[in-house]
C-alpha cells in the first residue's frame, strides 16, 4: 500500500497597499520585484502542493501569474488593511478555494 502525500496550500498575501513604501511587493530589488523572491523560495518548498497568492492588487495578481502561480481571486479590500489579521486573510482564501 502507497500512502499518498497529502495536498498542502501555500498561501502568500501579498497587500497592494503599504504605509512605508508605496507598491512594496512590486519594488525591484536586484531587477527582480519583491514578492518574486517571497514565490522563488515557497516553490522550492518540498511539502506544498498548491500554491497562490492573495492579494487586493490587480498588479500583484498579474505579476504573481507571470511567474507561474495561481490566483483565483481578488481579496476584499476589508481584509487589507493596515490592521488585518492573518487568520481572517487565510480563512477566505481557503473558503474561495474549496
Known amino acids: 500500500?502507497?500512502?499518498?502525500?497529502?495536498?498542502i496550500l501555500g498561501i502568500i498575501p501579498a497587500r497592494g497597499g503599504s504605509k512605508g513604501i508605496k507598491k512594496k511587493n512590486l519594488y525591484k530589488l536586484?531587477?527582480?520585484?519583491?514578492?518574486?523572491?517571497?514565490i522563488n523560495e515557497a516553490i522550492k518548498s518540498k511539502l506544498i502542493t498548491d500554491l497562490i497568492v492573495s492579494s487586493d492588487s490587480h498588479e500583484i495578481l498579474k505579476t504573481s501569474e507571470s511567474l507561474g502561480l495561481k490566483t483565483p481571486f481578488i481579496r476584499p479590500?476589508?481584509?487589507?488593511?493596515?490592521?488585518?489579521?492573518?487568520?481572517?486573510?487565510?480563512?477566505?482564501?481557503l473558503k474561495n478555494m474549496q
Open 1 to 7: 500500500m502507497t500512502k499518498k502525500k497529502p495536498n
Open 30 to 38: 536586484i531587477n527582480k520585484p519583491l514578492i518574486e523572491y517571497t
Open 77 to 93: 479590500k476589508y481584509l487589507s488593511q493596515d490592521n488585518t489579521q492573518s487568520f481572517p486573510v487565510i480563512e477566505h482564501a
